[in-house]
């Protein structure tokens, strides 16, 4: 199925998705969230045209038939990730929501005063307040990883701030700043010497390259449905099953019991006792078809696409005067994630003089202040890349930013 899809043209890709065959502007984006193919809209349409009904609460056959389609979206996402069990997938809201969903019921269960958390100062906030929360409440101290300027952590940073009371680490697999991989199996490997576990934010890797749990060895893992060509209002949390079982329930009510008395209440096994309440079975049904059309893709072309429209951004950036490019200068190092300053020019004026020409970028700290600040920058604009972006696109946003200056009346 591979080798057939890498086969189609990026018009045929293209032609997959409504909204880029109707916008007529440059989508670069991406890292906020994705756009769907038509099969993961048909997926959602089809789950409320024929089979809506409430999941695991009726016996009757639309109720069965819902129940089937949300817990084999489940099997996808196993599958998907490499997990050895559907009682490790547990589905909630996004990557905010399961990462707040292990901070409350692990780390609050588990963290105490004198114990270390562990924070990669690339961190997007939802991978970070949580664990300030955690730290305050605990009586925990809160330490940082620091990077280098180019985005990097270096094997004596991580030597120096992890150590033996070092608890839990909470860093992304891929920066939604700078792009950069990051040395998970170093960390990994180093946190579980001394006993501690490891959170890991995926929602910007996954999205661009195979994620195997197993092999990375992950304790928790989260990403969420929209960047991954699926609807937004669903994400994953990823958790070793002997965590998961030991973990107290993040949210109470409908459907995440066995039973419940005067007095108190028994607990559903995994993963339901963390899916209170009316499930996103439609969302779970998207992500599902989303799941299928990237293995259709393939990671191989993914990551083909990827090199090839960044080394081109990057290059053609490298060239236009006063522009600066935040993180490393190897294309092959930003996983599609491009950001930059423009001297004299705020990030916002860059953004709307793009959106003007029909460029789509972000502009800000991206969710991302303490790196920010770390890296000396105060804001940055940022153009993020998917592979059904185009070389031509690519080059309307280096014309689009070959011309920022000029607009603001700048004569060099």
Known sequence: ??????????????????????????????????????????????????????????????????????????????????????????????????????????????IKAGDEIVVAISEHHSNMLPWQMVARVTGAELKYLECSTDGSYTDEEIEKVIGEKTKLVAIAQVSNVLGRCNPLKKIIQRVHVNGGTVVVDASQSIPHMQVDVKDMDADFLVFSGHKLLGPMGIGVLYGKEELLEAMPPFLTGGEMIDSVRRDGAVYAGLPHKFEAGTVNAAGAAGLAEAIRYI????????????????????????????????GSDKADEHNGIITFTIDDVHPHDISEILASEGVDIRAGHHCAQPLHDHLKVRSTARASLMFYNTEEEVDRFLRSVAGVRSKLGWTE
Do not use: C, W
Not at 42 to 70: C, Q
Not at 99 to 108: D, E, I, M, P, R
Not at 307 to 317: E, K, N
């Open 1 to 110: 199925m591979q080798q057939e899809h890498i086969k189609r043209t990026i018009e045929d890709i293209r032609n997959d998705f409504p909204l880029l065959i109707k916008e007529p502007t440059a989508y670069l984006d991406n890292a906020a969230t994705a756009h769907k193919p038509a099969s993961v809209l048909k997926a959602e349409e089809e789950f409320y045209v024929n089979h809506n009904a409430n999941p695991m609460r009726g016996f009757y056959p639309l109720s069965i038939e819902a129940t089937d389609i949300y817990e084999n979206a489940r099997k996808e996402v196993m599958a998907f990730i490499g997990a050895a069990s559907e009682r490790e997938i547990v589905f909630t809201r996004n990557a905010t929501e399961s990462l707040n969903l292990v901070a409350y019921s692990y780390g609050l269960s588990n």
């Open 295 to 326: 293995n259709g893709i393939g990671y191989d072309y993914i990551k083909e696409r990827d090199v090839l429209l960044t080394r081109r951004a990057i290059a053609g950036l490298k060239d236009i005067p006063h522009v600066n490019i935040i």
